[in-house]
């Protein structure tokens, strides 16, 4: 079988400064130019994004079975995309992971040592879609540090210069927006018990708008006046009676059988007091006629 031709991927991008990016199959590279189709390159030719909102990847656990199979691919951006916007930061890799971050770690993490990709440098197009684009893979994952997700989200403001650009370029209501950027104007002690989950979103939107001074002291108000409604609702609650032992409920239920069949009433008698119980139920029965 004839060698597939090959073309780099300076090609694919129309990037003349990039000529020594390896290249990967022309087969997999759409008519006409422009994405490539997925391929597989070494683990060891890519580097996360240094820009990512997520300071850490998190539980690599559920990504286990990539050693097995990868579902979707890596977007990823050319060194020399990448370098165009931040020619500050260090980059040795052939790619930047923009989408799949997680995939490159669970893939370094589990030993695979290859990882399916498709380049998507016009991700890189500017700082705001790479920003974007970023932002918009882990903001709906329930892992997502939301005090990360904030930074994140004022960082694409300030490249957009506006919160309304920001909203579109995320799919998102201004509103959401303002929220977002607010919880950075909360307490470091508060910011730090939304990481840890003890405070939901919903809260802190109410507290960023307390001066951050009085913030702590306004949330642990907050919290003793919330245990305060528990205990009080606690003592209204009328008190359950102590459910009955099974003997005394197959008194009751003999008794309303009596009628039918009394002797059922006895052997619930005697098993409910025992012999001694039972003399002594007859000793007073027969006082009580006498009386």
Known sequence: MAARGRVSLAALVDDDDDQDAPSLN??????????AAPSSVPTAELIPNPRNPRDTVGDLEDLASIVDIQLQPAAVVTRAAYLRLYPDDEITANWVVINGCRRLAAA?????DTLEIVVKDELARDRATLIAAAIRENVERVDFDV????????SLVDECGSGREAAKRLGKSEGWITQRRALLELAPEIQEKMR?????VRHARTLAKVPEERQVQAWNAYLEREDQKRKEGEKAKPKEKPAAPPQYRNVTAALRNFDAAPTDL???LIDALGDDGVATLLTVIKRRRRA
């Open 26 to 35: 022309a087969s997999s590279a759409p008519a006409g130019g422009g994405v």
């Open 266 to 268: 006895a052997d619930a």
């Open 196 to 200: 840890a989950g003890e405070i939901a």
């Open 108 to 112: 370094e993490k589990y030993g695979k």
């Open 147 to 154: 005090i990360e997700e904030a930074h994140a989200v004022q």
